[in-house]
């Protein structure tokens, strides 16, 4: 870890930062801090909001994709410069890499700190930042992600930006932008509809390979029945066949409304866990959980009538005349 200090001083006005630093060894996990301090980024929202939003202009201006925000790692942002603003003064957190989720494989920090200016500290901050070559290179280094955690403590406003890069980067809502996003209170409620969600569409995919089968076994059928050869137990089954696809088709259809019903309730899931509607979440998981479960009986059904249409096809070659 390098550090060096950056300092600013107009009148009485001063603003602080230490030096970047940038990690790249792949830490043991460590759990992130408890999320209740996600609720309380709300209550910083314009200078979070400032800050991600101008150091993704930093970004683009430097054509470099722009971060997206990450409210785990906000909470252990937040948490630092909590300590920064109390007894710890302006330093590194040493632990930040184990403490934000894992499975990043490139991290780093930027910490800081700015007394005096009121509104403008958080942008002044940005710009002070930018000015100084190692925390403008983690600004607008090889991440895709940032927790932005900012703390006031009388006049003086602590800022501690967390970057990292991840295969699969999570986007959350900003606190305060249009409105609060509760959906970390329901991450297990979204999880279960989800998988309903995707039970339910595996069902109807399932289903729909069955009365593809059906189909072309029907077709099959037909031919035995039109043939020179066929006899009226020939025909008798191409009948049965016919039917059974019928019944084949229906319960498909059932299987695939059931599904978009699961598909629909989940995003109805997600769209009360934001609001923070516990009602509204626990009724619309309900119902996706019950159209998994009809879309898988209605799958079952489809297969059964599929397998009927196979065993009539067979029945009718074997009718058919030698």
């Avoid at 040493?94 to 894992?102: A, C, D, F, M, T």
């Avoid at 297990?188 to 069955?210: F, N, V």
């Avoid at 696809?245 to 598909?263: L, N, P």
Wanted: aromatic share 8%; with cysteine.
């Amino acid at each position: 870890m390098s550090s060096s200090w950056l300092k600013k001083v107009m009148g009485a006005l001063t603003v602080g930062a230490l030096a970047m630093t940038v990690v790249v060894a792949q830490p043991a996990a460590e759990p992130a801090h408890a999320a209740t301090s996600i609720t309380t980024a709300h209550k910083h929202a314009a200078d979070i909001n400032t800050i991600f939003k101008e150091t993704n202009k930093l970004r683009a201006a430097a054509g470099k994709s722009a971060l997206k925000y990450n409210h785990k790692m906000t909470v252990v942002a937040y948490n630092w410069s909590a300590k920064m603003g109390g007894s710890v003064g302006l330093a590194h957190n040493g632990n930040y890499s184990k403490q934000i989720p894992s499975g990043w494989s490139r991290a780093g920090e930027n910490v800081a700190y700015a007394c005096h200016y009121g509104k403008d500290s958080a942008k002044i901050i940005v710009d002070n930042l930018r000015k100084s070559s190692g925390h403008y290179k983690n600004m607008i280094g090889d991440y895709n992600s940032v927790g932005l955690g900012v703390k006031w403590v009388g006049d003086c406003l602590w800022v501690t930006q967390n970057f990292a890069k991840y295969s699969k980067p999570v986007s959350n809502t900003l606190p305060g932008a249009v409105a609060k996003d509760y959906s970390y209170k329901y991450t297990k409620s979204i999880a279960a509809a989800k998988k309903a969600s995707s039970t339910a569409a595996s069902a109807k995919s399932s289903a729909a390979k069955s009365l593809a089968t059906a189909k072309s076994s029907l077709a099959t059928a037909k031919k035995y029945a039109a043939s020179k050869k066929a006899t009226s137990k020939t025909k008798s089954e191409y009948k049965k066949a016919k039917a059974d696809y019928e019944t084949a088709k229906t319960e498909y259809s059932r299987t695939s409304s059931r599904a978009a019903s699961a598909k629909s309730a989940y995003a109805n899931v997600k769209k009360y866990a934001k609001a923070g509607s516990s009602s509204k979440v626990k009724s619309y998981l309900s119902t996706a959980k019950s159209k998994a479960s009809a879309a898988a009986t209605y799958k079952s059904k489809t297969t059964s009538a599929k397998n009927k249409v196979v065993a009539h096809t067979a029945a009718a070659k074997k009718a058919m005349r030698k």
